[in-house]
């Protein structure tokens, strides 16, 4: 192992040499990418300065136990050494973890859509659910969320609503709840007390770059409408919202959250850079879940990936098979617990997929 981390830390050296250079600086593009570079591998580089020191402590303690001359040096020496011993196996299963190729989409910002799915009224409640339970988790994690779109519900929630987050390694973390998420309860509206399915879909963007996406102009139609919902007086009067359709693909993005049309266009360009971005990332990730057999991010829009069941105040996750009976505090945003199980799941497949590279 101590030879592959000097290559990284070679890396490392050779990385923070170029960040500095002007052309790099000059290259957006480039130096994005090396700066996520340098990042990660100072990660490791921390990692491996410990490591390192475990591996020293190890060698001086031996050495003073093999001397004897000191019986009090001896017995902390060799206290020294079990608790060394004792945490070696731990950092370095945190260091093959760290060396696992980081996704360059990962550290992007995202744009989350969610559609109220079957169940009529319920369901538009349900997406209206999970955008305060992920609004909370963003808020918890230090991230912004920035309404995009939205179309009401009849008895509140959403049949729709997109927003943008913005913050540290954002995609990585959210792309875990793409897919059908369902809920199993009491419906307000039922005077029964039958417990009925409804659904919503949670689709995730990472947010493409101007340079990562160039749209043509002239392949964009482009429509100004009146807003609708909340937002004072130039709701129903002025043409702020805006609505982009691209000709070639038939993809649609619109903003109506901001009073200036300028501020709405430039948000739904963003969206639609992010849609066309994010088809091609699509069939990149389906022919890799193929090869590799992944449950975790399988691309598949229209899996069921968890249901939360009211009655039982149960989550089940089922890509993982992973329950559990804390319902409340996961829909009021405490979902750390599931993505971080999820993203165990992802990295033990991929250090799988590396074999003996370790």
Known sequence: MLDKLQIVKQRYDEVSDLIIQPDIIMDQKRYAVL?????????????????????????????????????????????????????IPVIEEEIKFLLIPKDPEDSKNAVMELRAGTGGDEASIFAGDLFRMYSKYCSDKGWR????????????????????????????????????????????????????????????????????????????RIDFFCSSGPGGQSVNTTYSAVRLTH?????????????????????????????????????????????????????????????????????TDHRIGLTLYDLSNIINGDIHKIIDQLKLAENTEKLKDLGDGF
């Open 35 to 87: 700066s996520k570079e340098y990042k990660d591998l100072g990660s490791v580089v921390e990692k491996t300065k410990e490591y390192e020191s475990l591996l020293n402590t190890i060698e001086e303690a031996k050495e003073i136990i093999a001397d004897g001359s000191d019986k009090e040096m001896v017995e902390m020496a060799k206290m020294e050494m079990n608790e060394s011993n004792a945490r």
């Open 145 to 220: 969320v920035s309404t995009v779109d939205f179309s009401e519900g009849t008895n509140g929630g959403f049949k729709e609503i997109q927003f943008e987050v913005t913050g540290n390694d954002v995609y990585g973390t959210l792309k875990f709840e793409a897919g059908v998420h369902r809920v199993q309860r009491v419906p307000q509206t039922e005077t029964q007390g039958r417990v009925h399915t409804s659904a919503a879909t949670v689709m995730v963007f990472p947010e493409a770059e101007e340079f990562d996406v160039v749209i043509n102009p002239k392949e964009v």
């Open 247 to 315: 000709i070639p693909t038939g993809l649609v993005a619109q903003c109506q959250d901001q009073k200036s049309q300028h501020k709405n266009k430039e948000k739904a360009f963003k969206v639609l850079r992010s849609r066309l971005y994010d088809m091609e990332l699509a069939k990149k990730q389906a022919e890799d879940a193929i090869k590799r057999g992944s449950m975790v991010t399988s691309g598949d829009r229209s899996a069921k990936i968890r249901t939360y069941n009211y009655p039982q105040g149960r989550v």
